[in-house]
């Protein structure tokens, strides 16, 4: 028998609030946009969610979980817990594809979809400048302004973005 508390939480409404939740190193992108949200689960010991960080020493998890327990305590919830998930690792694979939309709208250049994730002496595939379009690009650095993303520069337009790395 379900509880009646949680029969009376709509699982799809706590998920509306967390689209709202926004990465805090990439503010147009929510934390559901980039997959970092893996599951919700609710029951009588009220809300649960559960999140994967882009990289396991990622600076922002703290920040990301008080604004996922603030924006459903101001939903409401009260009862709200979030629980950090490692395994499986997460992969650029879940950002959403209004993730990659909105990545590529403030300037940042998304993971390309279907190329293998990067090997050591493994081909970068063709990455086209965020601003202009263009493919003829070039890595610049490695090392973008966070640790998931790489610095580029487009050969058209000289001017540089950030790449958001496969993984």
Known sequence: ????IAESIDTAAIWKILRTVLDPELPHVSV?????VRDVNV?????????????????????IETDILAALNNAGFEDTKV???LSPPWTTDWIDDDGMTKLKQIGIAPPVRGSSKRALFAEMPDIHCPLCGSSNTEQISEFGSTACKALWRCKACAEPFDYFKCL
């Open 32 to 36: 559901v946009n980039l997959g970092m």
């Open 1 to 4: 028998m379900v509880n009646a």
């Open 83 to 85: 629980t950090t998930v």
């Open 43 to 63: 029951d009588a010991g009220g809300v649960e969610v559960f999140i994967t960080p882009t990289y396991s020493g990622c600076p922002a998890m703290a920040t």
